[in-house]
């Protein structure tokens, strides 16, 4: 193999590909990044056996070949290089790549591409297409609330179903749910519809993982919000796979049944609260500076309208060590008033991913879930449990 390239090109790419190698992974050769030539551009990828990442970079291709380079070794090494063209060249009688750049001259030793798990070749025949920027604000707004407890693989996935013109995803941990859909007329045609019904459960990791790869693979000039990302299952349904301009990423499923989540979604209230969701953050992210040292409750003191007083919502939390916080935020009420106490950290966390200026919060009781709602977006809602009053 011999190749040149950008340095600013080959810092981008080995930047996103190497975010799934691990130090800690089982099988030494994991740790390794794929460098191979690929019709005309330099193809890298790495793999931690669940997901796997591609990137191509443009560059010149004097002679074909590849080689698997010590990841982080590779990268540190390429982020010091200056801002100028970047020679590759692959002796594989000894499996070293010499990297030649301005003054530098390094030779790293490689591991024969023989060891290196076989990546699946892509089917992407019937893939959905759906807008960039619709697709990470869905995963945004859902995946934070997926599970992270090992012992419980399928609340660790993203559901996501797509039928027709819909795309739904849901997310739950046990403790909370967050619902997220899009369909052809209210996103402005950004999903092609689907060949046919399916449902998956997509590792809420490899999720994240994609809306950071999509953030960082898009340049400035093709953020015009008409960038598409493509999502293909193979005939297997053992995977799935996202390409967006030059990436390619491919993640396991689940294996499982994900939990009938309708159920569990109240379709009542007798509280209604009407606040600003940004001054609600506000007051939760104050609140949650005393919660934290406990164990994250806070308590909402929601107060009906009176004669000489408008509603409000009194957020309070305390600590035994540090002390105390109480914010009195300002709302229109429906309905009763309640006191009901939630995980200030789950309240916080949904409220940063609502855009809209004003948020509703739905309750029956001080025992019963809630239901939190951006006003004036019927395709998002999140589901709280709520916290023993003590």
């Known amino acids: ?56 970079i443009g560059g010149k291709i004097e002679e074909e070949g590849s080689t698997a380079v010590p990841a982080h070794t590779f990268a540190d090494l390429v982020a010091t290089l200056p801002s100028e063209q970047v020679n590759l060249t692959l002796t594989p009688s000894t499996q070293t790549l010499n990297i030649r750049c301005g003054a530098s001259n390094t030779d790293i030793k490689c591991i024969d591409v023989q060891e290196f798990p076989q990546l699946p070749t892509p089917e992407m025949e019937g893939a ?107 005939n297997d349904c ?43 953050l506000k007051a939760c992210k104050q609140a949650e500076i005393f919660a934290r040292e406990g164990t994250n409750v806070a308590r909402l003191n929601i107060k009906s309208a009176g004669e000489l007083e408008p509603g409000s919502v009194e957020i309070f939390a305390q600590s035994e060590e540090t002390g105390s916080n109480e914010t009195v935020v300002a ?24 855009k809209t200026p004003n948020v509703a919060l739905e309750t029956s009781a001080p025992n019963a879930p809630a239901v939190i709602r951006p006003v004036g977006d019927d395709n998002f809602l999140h589901v709280i449990m709520p916290m023993t009053l003590t």
Not at 138 to 148: E, G, K, N, R, Y
Not at 332 to 352: C, D, H, P, Q, S
């Open 128 to 234: 959905i297409q759906i807008n960039v920027a619709d697709f990470k604000e869905m995963i945004q707004q859902v995946a934070f609330a997926a599970s992270v407890d090992e012992t419980r693989p399928v609340l660790m996935g993203v559901l996501v179903t797509v039928d027709k013109d819909t795309i739904t995803m849901a997310a739950a941990d046990g403790f909370r749910l967050s619902v997220r859909k899009a369909t052809l007329s209210q996103a402005e045609h950004s999903l092609s519809p689907a060949p046919q019904p399916l449902t998956v459960i997509i590792p809420a990791r490899a999720l994240s993982e994609l809306a950071r790869v999509t953030s960082t693979s898009l340049s400035a000039g093709a953020a015009d919000g008409n960038e598409m990302i493509a999502m293909a299952l193979p």
């Open 331 to 354: 709302a229109t009420i429906e309905g009763v008033g309640l006191l009901i106490a939630f995980n200030v950290k789950y309240m916080r966390e949904v409220l940063e991913v609502i």
């Open 1 to 56: 193999m011999k190749a040149e390239v950008l340095q600013e090109n080959l810092a981008h790419g080995l930047s996103i590909v190497s975010r799934v190698v691990s130090p800690r992974l089982t099988l030494p050769v994991l740790a390794n990044v794929l460098v191979a030539t690929d019709e005309g551009r330099l193809r890298l990828s790495a793999t931690n056996l669940e997901q796997s990442i591609t990137c191509w």
């Open 238 to 280: 053992r995977e799935v796979i996202f390409r967006v301009k030059d990436v390619e990423l491919v993640s396991q499923l689940i294996d499982g049944t994900y939990p009938d989540y309708q159920g569990i979604i109240p379709h009542a209230y007798k509280s209604r609260v009407l606040i600003s969701t940004q001054a609600l």
